[in-house]
């Protein structure tokens, strides 16, 4: 990679169970992207705790996602992969970064009023940290640590991305021009929905019925692809339902793309059946798991390789973390 190879950095929550959703919507993406870009990934455990969580569980999540992502053809040797927690200066750029972050604009920050609304009506606590109204500034600190130049998500981190922006620019404009001003790519294959409700993306926090694990027994992706719902209620006229758009979906992201040809013909005809959709879906969610759990597997066959992988994808992150703390703290006065 030569020197003017822009940067990439993203980061994904960590998780017992990575599923479709997280798969196509995100590290399918971080897969082709690491070819062509100096890529970073981090497991981000620091922003895991802003949320009421078991330690035991959240340690055993980490490294689970860690292997996940790697399972799913993220290539230590091309990547830079590691834990977030494992990089401290994180933690320490987002003190610098809080004092250069607008108390105003965090306050607009909708993923922060959606998810405190959540706590409040649903929690018995009701406990809702500050640590969960900075989570933006951590996840600022998280790409300017490194420079990057481009961060690929989902389009609801867009205002995250804005902020971290304007962070960026309001240190630049008070300490000198340091930090480029970073870019979302937002991910081109469309959001996974969920299976039992497809008004709604996939995601593990509605239940299991709702997402299909990247690694689930054949048996449980097929029932689960069986039972998906297709239509519901009213449908306006000549106007593909959600469910069976989202079962489309599906097939497009799995690169189906003659079976989706030729269903997409059956469907105008009126011919499809919902049957021969949900079983081509199912092969073809089956196909993708089976390659991921062979990876999965020949991974985990040896215990201290994956511990060895953490520490070396945290100590090349570390390299690049330490200097821009150096330069910051220089620039800020504290050096
Ligand atoms: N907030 C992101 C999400 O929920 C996860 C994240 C943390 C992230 N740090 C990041 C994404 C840095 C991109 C870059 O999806």
Not at 39 to 48: E, G, T
Not at 261 to 276: F, T, V
Not at 290 to 317: P, Y
């Amino acid at each position: 990679m030569n020197n003017t190879t822009k940067r990439v950095l993203s980061g994904i929550q960590p998780t017992n169970e990575m599923h479709f959703g997280n798969y196509f919507g995100a590290v399918a993406n971080w897969v082709d992207l690491q070819e062509k870009y100096d890529c970073l990934f981090c497991v981000v455990d620091l922003h895991a705790i802003t949320t009421s969580y078991d330690p035991k569980e959240l340690r055993k999540n980490s490294k689970n996602m860690f292997v996940d992502i790697l399972a799913c053809g993220i290539d230590p040797e091309k990547s830079t992969l590691f834990i977030q927690s494992m990089v401290p200066e994180h933690t320490e750029l987002t003190w610098y970064l809080n004092c250069v972050t607008s108390y105003g604009q965090l306050s607009r920050m909708t993923q922060f009023k959606d998810k405190s609304e959540v706590i409040n009506q649903q929690s018995k606590e009701k406990f809702v940290s500050a640590g969960l109204f900075t989570y933006p500034i951590l996840q600022a600190a998280d790409i300017l640590i490194y420079k990057a130049n481009y961060v690929p998500v989902g389009r609801d981190q867009k205002q995250h991305l804005e902020l971290t922006r304007n962070i960026a620019d309001r240190f630049n404009n008070q300490f000198g021009k340091y930090f480029p001003l970073p870019e979302p790519l937002f991910t081109k294959t469309s959001k996974i929905l969920s299976l039992a409700d497809p008004s709604k993306k996939m995601s593990k926090s509605l239940g299991p019925k709702h997402f299909v694990g990247l690694f689930e027994d054949e048996n449980k992706i097929r029932k689960k692809v069986r039972s998906a719902v297709t239509d519901i209620g009213n449908i306006e006229n000549n106007k593909m339902s959600q469910g069976v758009e989202g079962l489309f979906e599906i097939l497009k992201a799995c690169n189906k793309t003659e079976i989706v040809k030729s269903l997409i013909a059956d469907y105008d005809s009126g011919q499809l059946k919902y049957k021969e959709l949900k079983d081509n879906v199912s092969d073809a969610l089956v196909e993708l798991s089976n390659k991921f759990k062979e990876r999965k597997k020949e991974i985990l066959s040896d215990e201290n390789k994956v511990k060895e992988l953490m520490i070396k994808g945290s100590e090349k992150a570390r390299v690049i973390a330490k200097k821009t703390i150096e330069e910051v703290k220089q620039l800020n006065g504290l050096a």
